[in-house]
């Protein structure tokens, strides 16, 4: 039982929103699964990503040795610490920071962002 608004928010946002700490793994979101709600895959390896559904905001943080699809995001899309990946991904704004030996493939409507720190 959630006491307030934003317990439940946080636990809908972890269970239906997120892809966290899987590995050798195929996950799928359908179309109509997201809904334009923002998305975070993070700590995954050796997985295969689809997201096959219009989403917000991308988070994709530590992921190594996968594939990720992303079919359209009406924002931005963040890519921070991930090696030897492969994306495809439709976005508004693409930003990544320290990846090593990743492939893109891109459609983005501004240049992307490319940062090291």
Do not use: W
């Amino acid at each position: 039982v959630f006491t307030d608004r934003s317990q439940y928010r946080k636990y809908e946002m972890e269970t239906q929103y997120t892809f966290r700490d899987m590995v050798s793994a195929r996950l799928v979101k359908l179309p109509g699964s997201i809904q334009g709600q923002p998305f975070i895959i993070t700590d995954c390896s050796h997985c295969e990503i689809l997201l096959m559904d219009n989403c917000d905001q991308v988070q994709i943080d530590n992921v190594t040795d996968s594939k990720i699809f992303i079919g359209a995001s009406s924002e931005s899309i963040f890519i921070r610490n991930c090696k030897n990946c492969t994306f495809t991904i439709a976005c508004k704004q693409l930003r990544t920071r320290d990846c090593e030996n990743c492939t893109l493939y891109l459609h983005c409507k501004t240049e992307p962002i490319i940062e090291t720190s």
